[in-house]
Protein backbone atom coordinates (compact mmCIF):
# COMPACT_ATOMS: atom_id res chain seq x y z
CA UNK A 1 0.00 0.00 0.00
CA UNK A 2 1.61 3.21 -1.02
CA UNK A 3 0.67 6.74 1.24
CA UNK A 4 2.40 9.19 -1.49
CA UNK A 5 0.36 12.29 -1.59
CA UNK A 6 2.58 13.83 -4.45
CA UNK A 7 0.11 15.35 -7.67
CA UNK A 8 -0.83 12.65 -10.01
CA UNK A 9 -0.93 12.59 -13.35
CA UNK A 10 -2.55 9.96 -15.49
CA UNK A 11 -1.92 10.66 -18.61
CA UNK A 12 -3.01 8.57 -21.84
CA UNK A 13 -5.84 7.21 -20.27
CA UNK A 14 -9.66 6.40 -21.37
CA UNK A 15 -11.55 8.50 -19.81
CA UNK A 16 -15.25 7.38 -18.35
CA UNK A 17 -17.13 10.05 -16.25
CA UNK A 18 -20.60 8.80 -16.42
CA UNK A 19 -21.28 12.13 -14.02
CA UNK A 20 -21.03 14.23 -16.98
CA UNK A 21 -21.87 11.51 -19.84
CA UNK A 22 -17.91 11.89 -20.80
CA UNK A 23 -15.86 8.97 -22.93
CA UNK A 24 -12.57 10.69 -24.25
CA UNK A 25 -9.02 9.90 -24.57
CA UNK A 26 -7.02 12.20 -22.24
CA UNK A 27 -5.05 13.14 -18.83
CA UNK A 28 -6.34 13.27 -15.06
CA UNK A 29 -4.87 15.82 -13.07
CA UNK A 30 -5.01 15.06 -9.05
CA UNK A 31 -3.19 17.26 -6.59
CA UNK A 32 -4.16 18.34 -2.72
CA UNK A 33 -6.44 15.57 -2.44
CA UNK A 34 -9.07 16.89 -5.32
CA UNK A 35 -9.18 16.23 -9.62
CA UNK A 36 -7.98 19.16 -10.78
CA UNK A 37 -8.60 18.52 -14.51
CA UNK A 38 -9.93 15.79 -16.80
CA UNK A 39 -9.77 16.54 -20.23
CA UNK A 40 -7.71 16.09 -23.31
CA UNK A 41 -4.47 17.38 -23.37
CA UNK A 42 -3.18 18.34 -20.23
CA UNK A 43 0.08 16.94 -20.92
CA UNK A 44 2.89 16.39 -18.63
CA UNK A 45 4.48 20.09 -19.19
CA UNK A 46 1.66 21.72 -17.56
CA UNK A 47 1.65 20.06 -14.80
CA UNK A 48 3.48 21.19 -10.87
CA UNK A 49 7.14 19.97 -9.85
CA UNK A 50 7.26 16.52 -8.50
CA UNK A 51 4.07 15.22 -10.05
CA UNK A 52 4.47 11.43 -10.61
CA UNK A 53 3.18 11.14 -14.44
CA UNK A 54 1.74 7.69 -14.72
CA UNK A 55 0.94 6.75 -18.66
CA UNK A 56 -2.23 4.71 -18.50
CA UNK A 57 -1.19 3.50 -22.27
CA UNK A 58 -5.27 4.06 -22.99
CA UNK A 59 -6.70 2.36 -20.11
CA UNK A 60 -9.49 2.81 -18.45
CA UNK A 61 -9.71 5.80 -15.59
CA UNK A 62 -12.99 6.52 -14.50
CA UNK A 63 -14.58 7.73 -10.73
CA UNK A 64 -13.82 4.98 -8.31
CA UNK A 65 -16.72 2.38 -7.11
CA UNK A 66 -19.29 3.33 -4.68
CA UNK A 67 -20.67 -0.67 -2.71
CA UNK A 68 -24.11 0.75 -1.62
CA UNK A 69 -24.37 -2.75 0.26
CA UNK A 70 -21.81 -4.51 1.98
CA UNK A 71 -21.90 -6.34 5.23
CA UNK A 72 -19.21 -5.93 7.59
CA UNK A 73 -18.84 -7.62 10.58
CA UNK A 74 -17.17 -4.89 12.76
CA UNK A 75 -18.27 -4.54 15.90
CA UNK A 76 -19.11 -8.07 16.96
CA UNK A 77 -18.41 -10.33 13.87
CA UNK A 78 -14.62 -9.64 13.38
CA UNK A 79 -14.22 -12.67 12.10
CA UNK A 80 -16.03 -12.92 9.28
CA UNK A 81 -15.16 -9.39 8.28
CA UNK A 82 -13.32 -6.32 9.74
CA UNK A 83 -12.78 -2.91 7.75
CA UNK A 84 -9.75 -3.51 7.38
CA UNK A 85 -10.03 -6.61 5.48
CA UNK A 86 -13.10 -5.45 3.70
CA UNK A 87 -11.05 -1.94 2.75
CA UNK A 88 -7.91 -3.92 0.99
CA UNK A 89 -11.26 -6.02 -0.69
CA UNK A 90 -12.85 -3.01 -1.59
CA UNK A 91 -9.54 -1.15 -2.75
CA UNK A 92 -8.38 -4.33 -5.23
CA UNK A 93 -11.70 -4.38 -6.99
CA UNK A 94 -11.93 -0.65 -7.27
CA UNK A 95 -14.04 0.46 -4.51
CA UNK A 96 -13.67 3.62 -3.01
CA UNK A 97 -16.77 4.06 -1.17
CA UNK A 98 -18.29 1.21 1.01
CA UNK A 99 -21.68 1.36 2.70
CA UNK A 100 -22.11 -1.21 5.40
CA UNK A 101 -25.17 -2.51 6.75
CA UNK A 102 -26.42 -2.39 10.54
CA UNK A 103 -26.70 -6.25 11.15
CA UNK A 104 -23.46 -5.82 14.05
CA UNK A 105 -23.68 -6.85 17.25
CA UNK A 106 -24.37 -4.06 18.81
CA UNK A 107 -27.24 -3.38 16.15
CA UNK A 108 -25.73 0.16 14.09
CA UNK A 109 -29.26 1.58 16.02
CA UNK A 110 -27.89 4.34 17.63
CA UNK A 111 -25.57 7.28 17.57
CA UNK A 112 -23.04 5.96 19.76
CA UNK A 113 -22.26 2.78 17.55
CA UNK A 114 -22.55 5.04 14.29
CA UNK A 115 -19.55 7.06 15.86
CA UNK A 116 -17.94 4.02 16.36
CA UNK A 117 -18.39 2.32 13.35
CA UNK A 118 -17.18 5.94 11.53
CA UNK A 119 -13.80 6.36 14.18
CA UNK A 120 -13.03 2.08 13.69
CA UNK A 121 -13.00 3.01 9.70
CA UNK A 122 -11.26 5.76 9.87
CA UNK A 123 -8.48 4.11 11.92
CA UNK A 124 -8.13 0.63 10.00
CA UNK A 125 -9.74 1.38 6.24
CA UNK A 126 -8.37 2.65 3.21
CA UNK A 127 -11.36 3.50 1.37
CA UNK A 128 -14.19 5.59 2.68
CA UNK A 129 -17.04 3.76 4.82
CA UNK A 130 -19.88 5.21 5.65
CA UNK A 131 -22.64 3.27 7.52
CA UNK A 132 -26.76 2.73 7.52
CA UNK A 133 -28.68 2.65 10.15
CA UNK A 134 -30.99 0.34 11.29
CA UNK A 135 -34.29 1.49 10.41
CA UNK A 136 -36.20 -0.21 13.91
CA UNK A 137 -34.58 -0.75 17.08
CA UNK A 138 -32.69 -3.97 16.86
CA UNK A 139 -33.80 -4.99 13.36
CA UNK A 140 -37.04 -6.18 15.17
CA UNK A 141 -39.42 -4.34 12.79
CA UNK A 142 -41.33 -3.26 16.00
CA UNK A 143 -40.00 0.59 16.94
CA UNK A 144 -38.38 2.99 14.59
CA UNK A 145 -34.91 4.14 15.60
CA UNK A 146 -33.86 8.07 16.07
CA UNK A 147 -33.69 8.78 12.10
CA UNK A 148 -33.10 12.42 12.63
CA UNK A 149 -30.48 11.78 15.53
CA UNK A 150 -29.06 9.07 13.51
CA UNK A 151 -28.72 10.84 10.16
CA UNK A 152 -26.94 13.65 12.21
CA UNK A 153 -24.79 10.91 13.53
CA UNK A 154 -23.13 10.57 10.09
CA UNK A 155 -25.46 7.46 8.89
CA UNK A 156 -26.21 8.24 5.28
CA UNK A 157 -29.58 5.94 4.80
CA UNK A 158 -31.93 3.70 6.82
CA UNK A 159 -32.27 -0.20 6.97
CA UNK A 160 -32.98 -3.45 8.65
CA UNK A 161 -30.28 -5.21 6.07
CA UNK A 162 -31.45 -8.14 4.59
CA UNK A 163 -34.62 -8.00 6.97
CA UNK A 164 -38.30 -7.19 5.85
CA UNK A 165 -40.47 -4.91 8.11
CA UNK A 166 -43.51 -6.57 8.10
CA UNK A 167 -45.55 -4.50 10.01
CA UNK A 168 -47.42 -2.08 7.25
CA UNK A 169 -47.60 0.44 10.22
CA UNK A 170 -44.28 0.57 11.50
CA UNK A 171 -43.23 1.01 7.89
CA UNK A 172 -45.29 3.93 6.92
CA UNK A 173 -44.56 5.71 10.41
CA UNK A 174 -41.10 5.13 9.14
CA UNK A 175 -41.46 6.59 5.55
CA UNK A 176 -43.20 9.29 6.95
CA UNK A 177 -40.57 10.62 9.38
CA UNK A 178 -37.90 10.12 7.51
CA UNK A 179 -39.34 12.44 4.87
CA UNK A 180 -39.06 15.57 6.87
CA UNK A 181 -35.18 14.65 7.50
CA UNK A 182 -34.65 14.07 3.55
CA UNK A 183 -33.75 10.61 4.76
CA UNK A 184 -33.43 7.35 2.28
CA UNK A 185 -35.63 4.35 3.46
CA UNK A 186 -33.68 1.25 1.99
CA UNK A 187 -35.27 -1.98 2.51
CA UNK A 188 -35.13 -5.87 1.88
CA UNK A 189 -38.21 -6.65 0.26
CA UNK A 190 -39.15 -10.50 0.99
CA UNK A 191 -42.32 -11.38 3.25
CA UNK A 192 -40.97 -13.89 5.21
CA UNK A 193 -44.02 -15.88 5.73
CA UNK A 194 -44.14 -16.57 1.69
CA UNK A 195 -40.58 -17.70 1.57
CA UNK A 196 -41.62 -19.98 4.36
CA UNK A 197 -38.45 -22.73 4.33
CA UNK A 198 -37.55 -21.90 0.52
CA UNK A 199 -33.94 -22.32 -0.14
CA UNK A 200 -33.64 -21.06 -3.91
CA UNK A 201 -35.59 -20.51 -6.61
CA UNK A 202 -39.25 -22.16 -6.93
CA UNK A 203 -39.35 -23.73 -10.39
CA UNK A 204 -38.85 -26.97 -12.04
CA UNK A 205 -34.79 -26.44 -11.55
CA UNK A 206 -35.31 -26.14 -7.30
CA UNK A 207 -38.23 -29.35 -8.46
CA UNK A 208 -35.35 -31.52 -9.73
CA UNK A 209 -32.59 -30.65 -7.08
CA UNK A 210 -35.37 -31.40 -4.43
CA UNK A 211 -35.15 -28.21 -2.66
CA UNK A 212 -37.92 -25.94 -1.64
CA UNK A 213 -38.35 -22.67 -3.82
CA UNK A 214 -39.29 -19.30 -3.13
CA UNK A 215 -41.60 -17.61 -5.21
CA UNK A 216 -40.93 -14.15 -7.16
CA UNK A 217 -44.02 -13.16 -5.34
CA UNK A 218 -42.51 -13.07 -2.13
CA UNK A 219 -40.23 -10.19 -3.62
CA UNK A 220 -43.10 -8.05 -4.92
CA UNK A 221 -45.80 -8.84 -2.61
CA UNK A 222 -43.76 -6.58 -0.43
CA UNK A 223 -42.55 -4.14 -3.27
CA UNK A 224 -45.63 -3.34 -3.92
CA UNK A 225 -47.19 -2.95 -0.16
CA UNK A 226 -43.87 -0.44 -0.12
CA UNK A 227 -45.08 1.38 -3.02
CA UNK A 228 -48.66 2.05 -1.72
CA UNK A 229 -46.96 3.29 1.46
CA UNK A 230 -44.64 5.38 -0.36
CA UNK A 231 -47.61 7.06 -2.22
CA UNK A 232 -49.63 7.83 1.57
CA UNK A 233 -46.43 9.35 2.71
CA UNK A 234 -43.93 10.90 -0.11
CA UNK A 235 -41.39 9.52 1.43
CA UNK A 236 -37.39 8.40 -0.24
CA UNK A 237 -37.61 4.89 -1.08
CA UNK A 238 -35.23 2.65 -2.26
CA UNK A 239 -35.70 -0.88 -2.91
CA UNK A 240 -32.55 -3.00 -1.80
CA UNK A 241 -32.34 -5.80 -4.34
CA UNK A 242 -34.80 -6.35 -7.21
CA UNK A 243 -34.28 -9.46 -8.89
CA UNK A 244 -37.24 -10.77 -11.01
CA UNK A 245 -39.11 -9.23 -13.85
CA UNK A 246 -42.28 -8.78 -11.87
CA UNK A 247 -41.18 -6.43 -9.50
CA UNK A 248 -39.38 -4.17 -12.45
CA UNK A 249 -43.04 -3.94 -13.47
CA UNK A 250 -43.99 -2.66 -10.27
CA UNK A 251 -40.73 -0.39 -9.66
CA UNK A 252 -41.57 1.31 -13.40
CA UNK A 253 -45.37 2.26 -12.68
CA UNK A 254 -44.17 3.68 -9.37
CA UNK A 255 -41.71 6.05 -11.46
CA UNK A 256 -44.17 6.52 -13.89
CA UNK A 257 -46.44 7.71 -11.18
CA UNK A 258 -43.66 10.16 -10.08
CA UNK A 259 -42.88 8.79 -6.20
CA UNK A 260 -39.41 8.87 -5.31
CA UNK A 261 -38.46 5.71 -6.10
CA UNK A 262 -35.20 4.46 -6.75
CA UNK A 263 -33.79 0.31 -6.46
CA UNK A 264 -31.24 -1.78 -6.79
CA UNK A 265 -29.81 -5.56 -8.32
CA UNK A 266 -26.63 -7.09 -6.72
CA UNK A 267 -24.27 -8.13 -9.25
CA UNK A 268 -24.61 -11.74 -8.55
CA UNK A 269 -28.27 -11.52 -9.76
CA UNK A 270 -27.24 -9.07 -13.48
CA UNK A 271 -24.27 -12.35 -13.96
CA UNK A 272 -26.05 -15.19 -12.55
CA UNK A 273 -29.19 -17.32 -12.73
CA UNK A 274 -30.01 -20.44 -10.90
CA UNK A 275 -28.89 -22.38 -12.95
CA UNK A 276 -25.73 -21.67 -11.96
CA UNK A 277 -26.14 -23.62 -8.69
CA UNK A 278 -25.69 -26.50 -10.15
CA UNK A 279 -24.75 -29.82 -8.00
CA UNK A 280 -25.64 -27.83 -4.97
CA UNK A 281 -23.27 -25.16 -4.69
CA UNK A 282 -23.73 -23.43 -1.31
CA UNK A 283 -21.53 -19.76 -2.56
CA UNK A 284 -24.05 -19.02 -5.16
CA UNK A 285 -26.87 -19.43 -2.28
CA UNK A 286 -27.73 -15.53 -2.02
CA UNK A 287 -31.07 -14.00 -0.35
CA UNK A 288 -32.89 -13.07 -2.66
CA UNK A 289 -32.01 -16.47 -4.38
CA UNK A 290 -30.86 -16.54 -7.79
CA UNK A 291 -33.28 -16.22 -10.67
CA UNK A 292 -34.40 -17.65 -14.03
CA UNK A 293 -31.90 -16.06 -16.76
CA UNK A 294 -35.06 -14.55 -17.91
CA UNK A 295 -35.19 -12.19 -15.02
CA UNK A 296 -31.73 -12.15 -14.82
CA UNK A 297 -31.98 -10.60 -18.73
CA UNK A 298 -34.71 -8.25 -17.54
CA UNK A 299 -32.85 -6.73 -14.75
CA UNK A 300 -29.88 -6.16 -16.90
CA UNK A 301 -32.20 -3.88 -19.43
CA UNK A 302 -33.57 -2.63 -16.10
CA UNK A 303 -30.04 -1.27 -15.77
CA UNK A 304 -29.54 -0.43 -19.36
CA UNK A 305 -32.74 2.00 -19.55
CA UNK A 306 -31.89 3.29 -15.52
CA UNK A 307 -35.07 1.46 -14.43
CA UNK A 308 -32.90 -0.24 -12.01
CA UNK A 309 -30.86 2.95 -10.55
CA UNK A 310 -27.70 1.08 -9.19
CA UNK A 311 -25.59 -2.27 -8.90
CA UNK A 312 -24.39 -3.37 -5.97
CA UNK A 313 -21.94 -6.03 -4.60
CA UNK A 314 -24.16 -7.16 -1.63
CA UNK A 315 -20.94 -8.30 0.04
CA UNK A 316 -21.60 -10.45 2.78
CA UNK A 317 -19.15 -13.04 4.08
CA UNK A 318 -19.62 -16.22 5.74
CA UNK A 319 -17.28 -18.40 7.36
CA UNK A 320 -16.48 -22.01 6.38
CA UNK A 321 -18.47 -23.51 8.98
CA UNK A 322 -21.99 -21.82 7.60
CA UNK A 323 -21.37 -22.52 3.97
CA UNK A 324 -19.67 -25.92 3.99
CA UNK A 325 -23.19 -27.42 4.31
CA UNK A 326 -26.02 -29.56 2.60
CA UNK A 327 -27.36 -26.52 0.77
CA UNK A 328 -30.73 -26.01 2.22
CA UNK A 329 -28.44 -25.94 5.93
CA UNK A 330 -25.88 -23.88 4.48
CA UNK A 331 -26.29 -19.72 5.28
CA UNK A 332 -27.09 -17.57 2.23
CA UNK A 333 -24.83 -15.08 1.33
CA UNK A 334 -21.74 -14.13 -0.81
CA UNK A 335 -18.44 -12.00 -0.93
CA UNK A 336 -18.24 -9.61 -3.86
CA UNK A 337 -16.43 -6.29 -3.44
CA UNK A 338 -13.05 -7.33 -4.90
CA UNK A 339 -15.24 -9.15 -8.08
CA UNK A 340 -18.56 -6.20 -8.26
CA UNK A 341 -16.81 -4.36 -11.03
CA UNK A 342 -14.85 -7.35 -12.98
CA UNK A 343 -18.33 -9.37 -13.20
CA UNK A 344 -19.78 -6.59 -14.57
CA UNK A 345 -17.35 -6.09 -17.17
CA UNK A 346 -18.75 -9.63 -18.59
CA UNK A 347 -21.95 -7.57 -19.33
CA UNK A 348 -20.15 -5.03 -21.18
CA UNK A 349 -17.90 -7.53 -23.11
CA UNK A 350 -21.07 -9.40 -23.93
CA UNK A 351 -22.39 -6.22 -25.07
CA UNK A 352 -25.70 -6.25 -22.93
CA UNK A 353 -24.46 -3.01 -21.23
CA UNK A 354 -22.59 -0.06 -22.09
CA UNK A 355 -19.35 0.50 -20.15
CA UNK A 356 -20.84 3.97 -19.30
CA UNK A 357 -23.99 2.64 -18.10
CA UNK A 358 -22.37 0.31 -15.88
CA UNK A 359 -19.94 2.54 -14.12
CA UNK A 360 -22.97 5.21 -13.38
CA UNK A 361 -24.77 2.32 -11.80
CA UNK A 362 -21.74 1.40 -9.64
CA UNK A 363 -20.49 5.04 -8.90
CA UNK A 364 -22.39 8.31 -9.99
CA UNK A 365 -26.15 6.95 -9.16
CA UNK A 366 -25.46 5.71 -5.17
CA UNK A 367 -23.60 8.85 -4.88
CA UNK A 368 -26.29 11.29 -5.95
CA UNK A 369 -28.96 9.22 -4.19
CA UNK A 370 -26.65 8.91 -0.68
CA UNK A 371 -25.53 12.53 -0.92
CA UNK A 372 -21.69 11.57 -0.97
CA UNK A 373 -19.32 13.35 -3.01
CA UNK A 374 -18.04 11.07 -4.98
CA UNK A 375 -18.86 9.11 -8.62
CA UNK A 376 -17.33 12.39 -10.53
CA UNK A 377 -14.29 13.13 -12.70
CA UNK A 378 -15.15 16.81 -12.28
CA UNK A 379 -12.99 19.28 -11.40
CA UNK A 380 -12.50 19.92 -7.33
CA UNK A 381 -14.20 16.63 -7.33
CA UNK A 382 -12.56 14.28 -4.39
CA UNK A 383 -9.52 12.28 -6.22
CA UNK A 384 -11.20 8.70 -5.51
CA UNK A 385 -10.74 7.37 -8.80
CA UNK A 386 -9.78 3.92 -10.51
CA UNK A 387 -7.32 2.92 -13.36
CA UNK A 388 -8.63 -0.55 -15.06
CA UNK A 389 -7.32 -2.69 -17.86
CA UNK A 390 -10.50 -4.06 -19.06
CA UNK A 391 -9.26 -6.77 -21.44
CA UNK A 392 -6.56 -8.74 -19.42
CA UNK A 393 -8.29 -11.93 -18.66
CA UNK A 394 -7.23 -14.17 -15.50
CA UNK A 395 -9.26 -16.73 -13.23
CA UNK A 396 -10.86 -15.97 -9.50
CA UNK A 397 -8.54 -18.05 -7.14
CA UNK A 398 -10.35 -17.64 -3.61
CA UNK A 399 -7.19 -17.98 -1.81
CA UNK A 400 -5.92 -14.58 -3.48
CA UNK A 401 -9.21 -12.49 -2.60
CA UNK A 402 -8.66 -10.04 -0.03
CA UNK A 403 -11.59 -10.67 2.06
CA UNK A 404 -11.50 -12.64 5.33
CA UNK A 405 -14.03 -14.99 4.11
CA UNK A 406 -13.65 -16.60 0.55
CA UNK A 407 -17.62 -17.41 -0.25
CA UNK A 408 -16.95 -16.00 -3.72
CA UNK A 409 -19.92 -17.48 -6.45
CA UNK A 410 -16.98 -16.69 -9.01
CA UNK A 411 -14.47 -19.25 -7.30
CA UNK A 412 -12.40 -20.37 -10.69
CA UNK A 413 -14.76 -18.13 -12.75
CA UNK A 414 -12.51 -16.75 -15.73
CA UNK A 415 -12.70 -12.88 -16.19
CA UNK A 416 -11.75 -10.52 -18.41
CA UNK A 417 -10.58 -6.81 -17.16
CA UNK A 418 -8.54 -6.01 -13.75
CA UNK A 419 -7.97 -3.06 -11.38
CA UNK A 420 -4.75 -1.67 -11.45
CA UNK A 421 -4.61 1.35 -9.19
CA UNK A 422 -7.12 2.46 -7.08
CA UNK A 423 -6.55 5.83 -5.82
CA UNK A 424 -8.57 7.44 -2.58
CA UNK A 425 -8.09 11.27 -1.73
CA UNK A 426 -5.13 11.30 -3.83
CA UNK A 427 -3.40 8.71 -2.71
CA UNK A 428 -2.72 4.73 -3.42
CA UNK A 429 -4.53 2.81 -2.08
CA UNK A 430 -3.67 -0.06 -4.06
CA UNK A 431 -1.68 -1.15 -7.27
CA UNK A 432 -0.74 -3.81 -9.36
CA UNK A 433 3.13 -4.29 -9.56
Not at 40 to 46: L, Q, S
Not at 380 to 402: C, F, M, N, Q, S
Request: a negative charge; aromatic letters at 4%; one cysteine or more.
Amino acid sequence: MLLDRRPILLANAHIVDPSRDLDITGDVLIADGVIREAKKGIGAAGVPEGTDVIDCRGRLVAPGLIDMRAFIGEPGGGYRETFASASQAAAAGGVTTIVCQPATSPTIDNPATVDFVLRRARDTAIVHVHPMAALTKGLEGKEMTEIGLLKAAGAVAFTDGEKSVTNAQVMRRALTYARDFDALIVHHTEDPDLIGDGVMNEGEFAARLGLLGIPCAAETVMLERDIRLVALTDGRYHAASVTCGESLDVLSRAKNAGLKVTASASINHVTLNENDIGPYRTFLKVAPPLRAEEDRRALVQAVATGLVDVIMSDHNPQDVETKRLPFAEAAAGAIGLETMLIAGLRLVHNGEIALTTLLRAMSTRPAELLGLPGGTLKAGAPADLIVVDTDVPWVVDPTELKSKSKNTPFDEARMQGRVLRTIVAGRTVYEVV
